[in-house]
C-alpha cells in the first residue's frame, strides 16, 4: 500500500487544549495536505503546504513539513468541541493522484 | 454553487445486484476521483479520471467499473455487487492533481 501513517489514530483532550497530529509519507513530494473530516460528511480541504515549506498557518493551524523525514504535522490550538473531527493528511507527488493516511479520530472534550 | 453531487446517498442491494453511483461536479474540474471508506482502512482509490475522455485504475479497481461521462460527471458502476463491497463512496475533484480536492458526501452502500 502506498498510504501514509497519521499518529495516534485517536486523541482526547480538553477544550482550549491543543492538540497535535503527526503523519508520515512513503514518497517524494511536490505537497503534503491536511483534510478534515466530521461524522457521515465528505473530507474538507483545510490547508496545503508545498515540499520548499517547512510551516505554514492558518487561523488556528500550524502545519509543519520535515522532507528529510518524510513527516508532517498538524497542530491545532486552543481547541473547541466543534473541532471533533476525523483529520487525514494527503501527499500529492508526480502526476499521480493524492495519497490519503488512514486519519486521526480527535475528540474535543467540552 | 453545488460543489460534488453524489447520488444516491443510501443503498443496500443484494449479492449479485447491480448498481450505479452517480457524481457531479460544478467547479470545472478536470480530474475526478472514486474513493471507498472504510473502517481503519482511511480512503482508497477506486478509479479516476485526469481528463474527460481518460479513466485510470487506482488501489481497489476490482468489482468496479467507471464512466466519464463529461467534464462535470463520473459515475461508478458495480456490476455484481458483493458483501466486500460494503462501504462509503466519496467521489472528488481537483483541478489537477495535487491541487485541493472537493469531496461529495457520500453514499453508504450495504450488500446482504
Known amino acids: 500500500s502506498q498510504q501514509g501513517e497519521e499518529d495516534p489514530q485517536a486523541l482526547s483532550i480538553q477544550e482550549g487544549e491543543n492538540a497535535t497530529m503527526n503523519c508520515s509519507y512513503k514518497?517524494?513530494?511536490?505537497?503534503l495536505q491536511w483534510y478534515r473530516q466530521n461524522s457521515g460528511r465528505g473530507l474538507v480541504h483545510l490547508i496545503l503546504?508545498?515540499?520548499?515549506?517547512r510551516e505554514k498557518h492558518s487561523g488556528r493551524l500550524r502545519v509543519t513539513l520535515d522532507t528529510s523525514k518524510k513527516s508532517s504535522s498538524l497542530l491545532i490550538t486552543a481547541s473547541r468541541a466543534a473541532d471533533t473531527a476525523s483529520y487525514f493528511c494527503?501527499?500529492?507527488?508526480?502526476?499521480?493522484?493524492?495519497?490519503f493516511g488512514k486519519g486521526t479520530r480527535l475528540s474535543v472534550i467540552a | 454553487n453545488a460543489g460534488v453531487t453524489q447520488t444516491p446517498k443510501f443503498q443496500v442491494l443484494k449479492t449479485g445486484q447491480s448498481m450505479t453511483l452517480q457524481c457531479a461536479q460544478d467547479m470545472n474540474h478536470n480530474s475526478m476521483y472514486w474513493y471507498r471508506q472504510d473502517p481503519g482502512m482511511g480512503l482508497r482509490l477506486i478509479y479516476y479520471?485526469?481528463?474527460?475522455?481518460?479513466?485510470d485504475k487506482g488501489e481497489v479497481p476490482n468489482g468496479y467499473n467507471v464512466s466519464r461521462l463529461n467534464k462535470r460527471e463520473f459515475s461508478l458502476r458495480l456490476e455484481s455487487a458483493a458483501p466486500s463491497q460494503t462501504s462509503v463512496y466519496f467521489c472528488a475533484s481537483n483541478r489537477e492533481h495535487n491541487s485541493p480536492l472537493h469531496f461529495g458526501n457520500g453514499t453508504r452502500l450495504t450488500v446482504t
Open positions: 503546504i508545498r515540499s520548499n515549506e
Open positions: 514518497t517524494s513530494i511536490n505537497n
Open positions: 494527503a501527499s500529492g507527488s508526480g502526476n499521480t493522484p493524492l495519497v
Open positions: 479520471s485526469a481528463s474527460e475522455g481518460t479513466t
